[in-house]
């Protein structure tokens, strides 16, 4: 069993996913006094995990000590979640005030109860206000959570205009009001939160780029849903944070030589682009790696040597007409290095030159240690899809353009298939890193709305038998058994070029170390973003450059 599956990481939910674990937990629960509950017990239950998630939402909201609150509900279980908040404000003596959008007696099922409750405590319900907040420090938003969809009916749009007027931070409960939770997009009128607790599971809105900038700092507050409803439910996705890097990383064998520390060949550079060989290769010292080999041009070589003096350099002959780039004609030099690696990294700056795409296209299917393949190895391997779509128009004079909308599909998922052919027919376990524009060329377009991109990488990763790593505001990791790994960071200091050929250095260091593929590839995405935050603490996001995250490597590897 691989250490990923010790973490007990949380599974991300579709908003239909998170619909169903609660719709069978009521029944589950209900249940265990009667094997055919009626629904007035089924809501009980329901009422029971709806109060579970009042407790945390007060907790939380307690916690950040701002009196008095403004709690805004509507008729349905978002609002009820908003009232059992205000019952545990009213017993603490925290000053609060309810505004209910729709009248009491459209209150039902476990909102009922919770009204019901609430209204036995002492509390009162105050109709929705148009005036301003002045008066109040806090801002909590129970109106319509993770049911809505479609656009905000006149009156909510009112009061969310208002709030979002009023400057005061914002607590949503489960979705900002104003985001659609069923077509995955945010309105033109939505709640921008500060802080959005979702209940029970997260959910891929929140890290999305759809819904982030909405939902805010996302929080998680756990319900007690049966274990067996879970993993029915579990929709193979799981949120992974900078809490499990201790968990995986390598151990180091404190009595092996720098051998048994893991040896890395790198095979990067070119004349216009050494600073993207030096990078992968810093990275990859800075990670643990015991040995680095660089297999790059003569041409940059004295460059990189300035540079760096800790890694092992394997030159490779420059002719005049080679334009300082890798060629076919390096091929067997770098297979003997290959030999003695226990990892490889190819792409970071080896340029498009037709020299080049050749060589890496026959280069690795012979090449039999994990490998991660980046940057310009993942273009020379979607030109594979082009001269593929040249020769079925050349061949049948096919132009995709007037074909019909089924026609065009066919074409291109035929275009597409011969990336994805050659990396099933190439044998070593790999990694691929693209970024959003790589990955088209490789394998089409991603879906637009960000919530349909796990499916996506599933497929891919299945087809392909490689692990694929999106690079991204978040980072995806699919894998080939059909998980895939959100890890929900953005920071705008790593949108920089060269942060991609760190990437690539951290992932193959770990692989050098031992650790299976999703393994190296989800720790190396955790300790880059954690390099990149530090980065970011320390200088900006204006002014942090890629140098600086592999500076930063050393505080994110210590637990």
Sequence with gaps: ????????????????????????????????????????????????????????????????????????????????????????????GIKSSVFSLVSTDKFKNEAKLALDDFLDAGGTIKQRTTDGLANFKLVVDCM?????????????????????????????????????????????????????????????????????????????????????????????????????IPQLLPKRDEWGDKRNQGTALIIAGSKDMPGAAALCTESALRSGAGLVTLATTEAI?????????????????????????????HIPTILQRAKHASAIAIGPGLST????????????????????????????????????????????????????????????????????????????????????REFARLFGALPENSCDIPNCLKNIATSTNKVILLKGAPTYIAVPDGRVFVIPAHNSGLAKGGSGDVLTGIITALLTQGLPIAEAAVLGALLHQKAGRIAREKLSAFSMLPSDAIASLPQAFSC
Excluded: W
């Design 1 to 92: 069993m691989s250490s990923l599956e010790f973490l007990h990481l949380q599974p991300v939910l579709s908003t239909k996913g998170m619909r169903n674990i609660d719709t069978a937990s009521k029944e589950f629960y209900a249940k265990q006094n009667t094997s055919e509950p009626s629904e007035k017990e089924i809501i009980q239950s329901g009422y029971t995990l709806m109060k579970e998630a009042g407790a945390a939402l007060f907790k939380f909201v307690q916690a950040k000590t701002l009196e008095p609150i403004a709690i805004f509900i509507g008729g349905g279980n978002n609002g009820g979640d908003g009232l059992v908040l205000a019952k545990l404000l009213l017993q603490s």
């Design 144 to 244: 319509l959570g993770n049911g809505a969809h479609g656009e905000l009916r006149p009156e909510f749009a009112t009061v969310v205009q208002t709030i979002n007027e009023s400057g005061l931070p914002v607590i949503a409960a489960d979705a900002p009001t104003g985001y659609d939770s069923s077509a995955h997009v945010c309105n033109d009128i939505c709640i921008h939160a500060d802080e959005t607790m979702m209940f029970g599971f997260p959910r891929l809105d929140a890290y999305a780029k759809e819904g982030g900038p909405a939902f805010g700092n996302a929080v998680i507050a756990p319900l007690n849903y049966p274990a067996e409803i879970i993993q029915h439910f579990d929709e193979k996705a799981y949120l992974v944070t900078e809490e499990a």
């Design 301 to 329: 070589t004295p460059i990189i040597q300035a540079k760096l003096s800790e890694p092992v350099f394997c030159s490779l002959e420059d002719c005049s007409n080679f334009n300082g780039t890798l060629q076919p004609q």
């Design 353 to 436: 030159n037709l020299g080049t795409v050749q060589a890496v296209i026959e280069l690795l299917p012979q090449i039999k240690a994990p490998t991660v393949i980046d940057a310009d190895a993942l273009n020379a391997i979607a030109t594979l899809n082009e001269n593929v779509a040249k020769g079925a128009t050349n061949d049948s004079t096919v132009d995709c353009a007037t074909m019909d909308r089924a026609a065009t599909a066919n074409c291109v998922a035929n275009k597409d298939r011969a990336a994805i052919q050659y990396l099933k027919d190439s044998q070593a376990p790999a990694i691929l890193t693209p970024h959003v």
